[in-house]
């Protein structure tokens, strides 16, 4: 799996948004150490603050059927009707990011024709995290 595959992956995932508030779709792809990809996209609810984003709904998906060991995530996202340009994950995806990942975890932000890759270290210094319990 290349990067740009997996950024494809989540344009992909993107489809799936329901996003009928904020209207900014928004998809994610996980790849797991073992090589597999878990896909999410945003689900917002008429009650704001039960939304989820794009991010965890991924990482929740992979969680909750067993993985825990995970390589890079994906993620496109921007207004409906316009191509994403870049989305950069919220402070609490970040958060539960870190709960799975370490700091050299890759992060790839754009589209497919134009990315970048971070760092989840550099996307989250000074995190807190079980090894500060
Ligand atoms: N959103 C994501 O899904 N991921 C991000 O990285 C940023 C924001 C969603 C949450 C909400 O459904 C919409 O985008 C607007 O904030």
Redesign the pocket.
Known sequence: MTDRELMELAQKARETSY?PY?H?R?GAALLTKSGKVYLGC?V?NASYPA?N???RTAIFKAVSEGEREFEALA?V?GREGETSEF????GI?RQVMAEFCGGDFKVLLGNPEKFSTYTLKSLLPLSFSSKDL
Not at 87 to 90: E, G, R, S, V
Request: proline residues 6%; glycine residues 12%; negative net charge.
């Open positions: 996003s904020s900014f928004v945003n917002e939304g984003c794009a991010e993620i996202g989305c950069a994950p919220c995806c």
